[in-house]
């Protein structure tokens, strides 16, 4: 687990590691800080089992790691990531909590029924100034105390 996680690990262990029956090993790998882009690409576009496609946490942690090393990489996912499942989820709500999260991304979901979201969206030090002005005005208080407190 150490040598999956360690960011000077050769990009040929680290793809040996994916391939490995402990699925936390290519978890490790997913959150490493020097994986490679188009590992980490393959990563987070890896089924999640029965049923077919949907994130996971392999998934939701190469596209964090992307996130992190190439944010313009990463926008493509994150669509995928914010628009799966159609309804609000945990998953999303960590996704908006990012703070290298495009403020595009986070200006499509402030106005979410899940009051979650529009916290997570609230607090992100890249959301808009207009829309954190929105937020203070919100029908839940800790999203408003967020938003107020992200204005200052």
Known sequence: MAVAKHPKTPAEILTRFTEHPDRRLPLAVAQ????????????????GGRGGFHFNPLNLAAVKSLL????????PFLDRCLKFPDRPSFS????????HIPS???????????????????QNPNTDRDICQQLT????????????????
């Open 32 to 47: 490493n800080p020097g994986a490679p882009k188009d590992l980490l690409i393959q990563l987070a576009t890896q089924p």
């Open 68 to 75: 992190t090393q190439e944010p313009e990489v990463a926008i």
């Open 92 to 99: 999303r709500f960590l996704v908006l909590m990012n703070p």
């Open 104 to 122: 595009s991304f986070l200006a499509r979901y402030y106005k979410s029924w899940f009051w979650p979201e529009r916290y997570a969206i609230a």
């Open 137 to 152: 005005q919100d029908p839940n208080r800790i999203v408003r105390a967020a938003a107020r407190d992200n204005l200052k």
